[in-house]
């Protein structure tokens, strides 16, 4: 039979498998009218992602096809502002939704997964192939390889994580054509499958990196017997010029994207970190190695292993064999690499690139686990007497494991499941060895003859092996099975998690944050096109039904984001105001209705429910809305426009000695600039108040950002100590009391099953906008890393996550703040903190702040009164002009990003950081053209990259296919002779 006939047979064979057995194991999607998109990210991120590509790429295409080669690569509405790199994956399949209208997006989304599926088998069966193994043999690795824990616990969820899946074992398969000392092959496929590794997702790449040095070194000594430091030398040399070739080639993605990710919180924040050495819960010593062959179950930390129960017998046989064989010593070498790696929660913060201990990694296990079952089900029904002994230990060793776990959990279906599957199926492997054995026997009674039907023994006429048959059997049946159970209704249930069909965008449409799409300002249009009937952004409270990323589909700009890299600016100013609008370094849900932040940042409308009435910021009047609507919709009326302006100026150091409510209130006044004391200050007099500010003219210092002598940054301006309104801010400490169900010791707070209350009696205050400052406020135990404190009063029903120090995402900080809103008139209510179930948290003090809101409008016409004028959103770039009477500073309501520049008047300005997390900018005395351009970090250097690492690709493979054109010339030469 022809390879071509060979492996279209085997295409049909492993498309008809995979589909019977996908159809099987996601029974309970169809059943219960379920999609594949999580309720997590899925619906949150990757869903909204893909769509968002697609419409980007449309517009792209056209814009290239009407020679517009600049295609928008920031957007209004991702957040209050981001690159486009925020959304926009690039993961090679995800180009396919060019293709489908955004209508199509959840369906194409469902395919996309199941692909990417389907060719991790086809990668692995490739992988396979390669060492001359059967079609049976590569079938069994190929089902056990996808459907697996990996797979079902995190591939689904995360279909991107899936593409890894794919890529490794091809890129150890253009690695091992590399290797090869006889017939050295092309580089081509293994620089390529390194460029689509990066450009598909790099912190997997970075993964992959550690599996292909294991495999490198493992492959090495097998392959080079003689000569091995030069043949090392000359290995390394040409391996490491194809991975650097294809890690040029992914520049234009992956520079963009680390230059994103070196920009942000994740980059720098480090959660507290648990012993590396040894796991904290000892359980989890046991549960790895159960948990190998058991369907759903997890280890803890993204360890997910779940394999068909065909891996154990395999895994025993390569150990009690690896004498006889080279394969079965590497494959032996490589598991146990990788299964001590479980062992040592170290080995899981490597992986994770040193930020938490995570065993994402462990789809290098599953490739371990097929290549084992793969290359070992040949000999599985011909088992020698010392395999099956070490056959009948482990399962025994499992068995017994099973059991004790059942003991001190009472809950153990899957193992004992998984113990049944393991118990039969040795049995079956034992008698067919034992009947090989007889039949081996008997035929060499007959003088060394096979038997009738025999060529060998434990094989047919076409040779293969029955315990190769009975090997796809039990994976494929096995791998069902543990799906099922995973995703069953009557078992794991996970299907629950997964959305109902049709529903991925109708959720955001039909919701109730629809309601800012009754607003004369919607455009329905995303990028800069958002503000072509002007400048505005939308907030909420953070509430129980808050849409993440609703913008992303309604296209309106607001506040919330939730992105798995959010601005830093961002994220620093919201943790320096200690909101509790910001529940992680992943996302930002509202500014919390404080008056102050709101208007800074351009809030044009706000949307409460009717249990948070009272925390409309001050200034806002509701609109009427249709009935339908579940949330009463307000309107400023007082907006601040874009490139508003002041004359005086806080340092950053004066700024951050305020209390909390007056950082919030000096902001009204002065913009808070980045330079400290040794740059602000005149030493001249007492900058204490409004009325003691003093004007700054020409001198020179030198700035604390660049180290360079310049000319006063503030001359012309104001500068302010915030102390008036440091002075104007009412403070007065309160006490809760521990109520039912919450037991008090000093500073800890413990609640019982049921959780627990406490609460306080507060003043209200006519015309001051109240803040409860809660400091000190510490998850020290639960049953998860968060847990969600809730704060109601009269007209407030708002959350507080808590996060433990040890979560990856943590805000890091324990203080927070909390807006009880405006009062209208005096007098007192009741304040409750409602604490959940089975916690412990601390709670050192807390205090309520009062601010003055008689001089708000005052504040803000003041700030408004000059502005930008004829201001143009185009693109990625913003215009307009000023005209000064003296000189001032501007702050544009864009999240500070390096990617910005300012011209004025033509002359490039360097943007600063105003107002903690804004662009800013210092104009002098007279009319001045202001342009705003920004250029996506990272992204000429990465053009340059690929475009350079193109050019030595195409030379390299010219290069390398003549030296094997002359090679096999001179090969047919000598054959001649």
């Known amino acids: 039979m022809s390879d071509r006939k060979k492996y279209g047979k085997y295409l049909l064979v492993y498309t008809a498998l995979f589909s019977i057995i996908f159809l099987l194991v996601f029974s309970p999607f169809l059943l219960q009218g379920k999609n594949l998109i999580g309720k997590g990210d899925g619906q949150s991120q990757y869903i909204l992602q893909l769509r968002y590509m697609g419409e980007w790429l449309r517009k792209t295409a056209g814009g290239f096809l009407h020679g517009d080669f600049h295609p928008d690569r920031f957007d209004y509405t991702i957040g209050m502002g981001d690159d486009i790199d925020a959304v926009v994956r690039f993961h090679p399949l995800d180009f396919l939704s060019i293709f489908v209208p955004a209508s199509g997006t959840e369906a194409l989304y469902c395919v996309l997964t199941v692909l990417r599926c389907f060719l991790a088998g086809l990668s692995l069966s490739a992988f396979v192939f390669h060492f001359r193994k059967s079609r049976t043999a590569a079938l069994s690795g190929a089902l056990l390889y996808v459907f697996c824990g990996f797979t079902f616990g995190l591939g689904i969820v995360h279909p991107t994580y899936l593409s890894h899946m794919i890529l490794f074992p091809l890129m150890l398969l253009g690695a091992e054509r590399m290797m090869d000392p006889e017939r050295k092959k092309s ?84 959660a507290e970190r648990n012993s590396l050495l040894f796991y904290e819960d000892k359980r989890r010593y046991l549960a790895w190695f159960l948990n190998l062959v058991t369907p759903y179950e997890a280890s803890g930390n993204g360890t997910h292993l779940n394999f068909a129960v065909t891996l154990m017998p395999a895994a025993a046989l390569v150990f009690s064999s690896a004498g006889r064989k080279s394969s079965y010593r590497q494959i032996r070498t490589g598991l146990v690499a990788l299964l001590f790696c479980l062992l040592i929660p170290g080995a899981g913060y490597v992986l994770a690139a040193m930020n938490n201990e995570n065993n994402r990694w462990v789809y290098l296990i599953a490739f371990a686990a097929a290549i084992a079952v793969s290359f070992t089900a040949e000999e599985a029904s011909t088992l020698q007497r010392r395999d099956r002994r070490f056959l009948l230990f482990v399962t025994g060793l499992f068995d017994l494991g099973c059991a004790a776990w059942f003991w001190m959990t009472r809950e153990a279906v899957f193992h004992l499941a998984a113990a049944a599957e393991l118990t039969l199926y040795t049995a079956v492997l034992l008698y067919l060895s034992c009947r090989t054995e007889k039949k081996k026997k008997k035929a060499d009674g007959y003088g060394g003859h096979s038997h009738a039907g025999h060529s060998h023994a434990g094989r047919n006429h076409d040779g293969y092996s029955y315990g190769e048959r009975i090997v796809l059997l039990f994976t494929a049946g096995s791998a069902a099975l543990a799906g099922w159970m995973t995703f069953s209704p009557r078992f794991g249930n996970l299907a629950a998690y997964y959305q109902e069909q049709g529903t991925a965008f109708s959720r955001y449409e039909e919701s109730s944050y629809a309601v800012y799409t009754d607003t004369p300002l919607y455009t329905g249009e995303n990028g800069a096109a958002a503000f072509s009937d002007g400048f505005y952004r939308v907030d909420s409270v953070r509430s129980a039904y808050w849409e993440d990323n609703s913008s992303l589909v309604l296209r309106q700009p607001g506040v919330q984001i939730y992105n798995s890299i959010v601005n830093a600016s961002q994220l620093q100013a919201m943790i320096d105001q200690k909101s509790t609008g910001m529940t992680s ?54 907006p601040l426009p874009f490139g508003f302006t002041t004359d005086t100026v806080i340092s950053r150091e004066d700024y951050e000695a305020l209390n909390p409510a007056a950082k919030d209130l000096v902001m009204l006044r002065a913009a808070v600039t980045e330079e400290s004391n040794n740059t602000v200050e005149s030493g001249q007099g007492q900058r204490g108040s409004a009325e003691a500010d003093k004007t700054k003219q020409g001198r020179t210092a030198v700035s604390v950002q660049t180290g360079e002598t310049e000319p006063e940054q503030n001359a012309g301006l104001r500068t302010t100590d915030g102390k008036e309104e440091e002075n104007s801010i009412l403070r007065e400490e309160v006490t809760f009391v521990p109520g039912d169900g919450v037991t008090r010791n000093d500073n800890r707070l413990v609640t019982g099953k049921k959780g627990g209350s406490l609460s306080v009696s507060y003043e209200k205050k006519a015309g001051y906008e109240c803040y409860l400052s809660l400091e000190g406020l510490r998850l020290l135990g639960g049953r998860s890393l968060s847990a969600e404190v809730s704060v109601e009063a009269d007209g407030i029903s708002k959350g507080i996550l808590l996060s433990a120090a040890n979560s990856a995402y943590t805000r890091g900080d324990n203080d927070y703040i909390v807006n009880l809103g405006t009062a209208s008139g005096d007098g007192t209510g009741t304040l409750q903190l409602l604490l959940p179930e089975g916690i412990c948290v601390s709670l050192e003090k807390s205090e309520l702040l009062y601010l003055p809101m008689a001089d708000y409008e005052e504040k803000v016409k003041r700030l408004s009164e000059v502005s930008l004028q004829h201001v143009t959103f185009d693109g990625d770039s913003v215009s307009g002009e000023i005209t000064l009477d003296s000189p ?69 493979f010219a290069l390398s296919a003549r030296r094997r054109r002359l090679r096999k010339a001179g090969n047919d030469r000598t054959h001649v002779v």
């Open 888 to 956: 001032r500073y501007m702050v544009f309501q864009i999240p500070y990003s390096s990617g910005w520049t300012i011209e004025v008047n033509g002359k490039q300005k360097r943007p600063e950081r105003a107002d903690l997390c804004y662009l800013g900018v210092r104009l002098e005395k007279g009319t001045s053209q202001i342009r705003l351009v920004y250029h996506s970090p990272g992204l000429r250097a990465g053009i340059l990259c690929s475009s350079a690492g193109l050019v030595l690709f195409a030379a390299a």
């Open 585 to 638: 370094i992943l996302h930002i849900q509202s500014l919390d209705g404080r008056t102050a932040l709101e208007e800074l940042a351009g809030v044009r409308y706000f949307a409460v429910d009717a249990a948070n009435v009272a925390s409309v910021p001050y200034g806002y009047e509701k609109q009427p809305l249709a009935s339908r609507r579940k949330l009463a919709l307000y309107e400023n009326q007082y």
């Open 187 to 270: 580089f081509a496929l293994f620089t390529i499958c390194v460029a689509l590794g990066f450009i598909s997702n790099y912190y997997f790449m970075y993964i992959s990196s550690f599996g292909l040095m294991g495999y490198v070194l493992i492959r090495f000594f097998d392959l080079y017997r003689t000569d091995r430091l030069k043949q090392f030398g000359r290995l390394l040399v040409s391996l490491s010029f194809a991975y650097l070739l294809g890690l040029a080639l992914s520049g234009v993605f992956l520079l963009p994207a680390l230059a994103r990710y070196k920009s942000s919180l994740r980059a720098v924040h480090e």
